[in-house]
């Protein structure tokens, strides 16, 4: 059985992924979920999106370290670790995922 349409698939069209950083990990279903500034597709100013309206990221894998220099092995990620995401929901980007 041969693929005819191939030009929807996970890294092109439709499959939005980005850097960012941690900025809240006070989950309060305490899910392990975090809030994630999205690098380029939230803007830097906190007074235009402040960290409150950002979207839960629900984390994909269990974490051994940070991203931060000099803290060393954590189970949790910390506020100011860098991650690599995609959302879940490309076109209204409010389902990041890291």
């Given at each position: 059985?041969?693929i005819?349409d191939?030009?929807?698939f996970a890294?092109?069209d439709?499959?939005?992924?980005?850097?960012?950083?941690v900025?809240?990990?006070n989950?309060?279903?305490?899910?392990g979920?975090?809030?994630v500034?999205?690098?380029n597709?939230?803007?830097?100013?906190?007074?235009d999106?402040?960290t409150?309206d950002l979207?839960?990221?629900?984390v994909?894998?269990?974490?051994?370290?940070?991203g931060n220099s000099?803290?060393?092995?954590?189970p949790?990620?910390?506020?100011g670790?860098w991650?690599?995401g995609?959302?879940?929901?490309?076109n209204?980007?409010q389902q990041?995922?890291?």
């Open positions: 059985m041969a005819t191939n030009t929807f890294g092109r439709g499959f939005v992924w980005w850097f960012g950083v900025e809240d990990r989950d309060p279903t305490q899910l979920r975090v809030k500034r999205c690098i597709y939230h803007t830097e100013n906190l007074n999106l402040p409150a979207p839960w990221a629900t994909m894998l269990p974490t051994t370290a940070t000099g803290l060393g092995s954590n949790f990620i910390v506020e670790t991650v690599v995609f959302f879940m929901d490309a209204t980007k990041p995922v890291i």
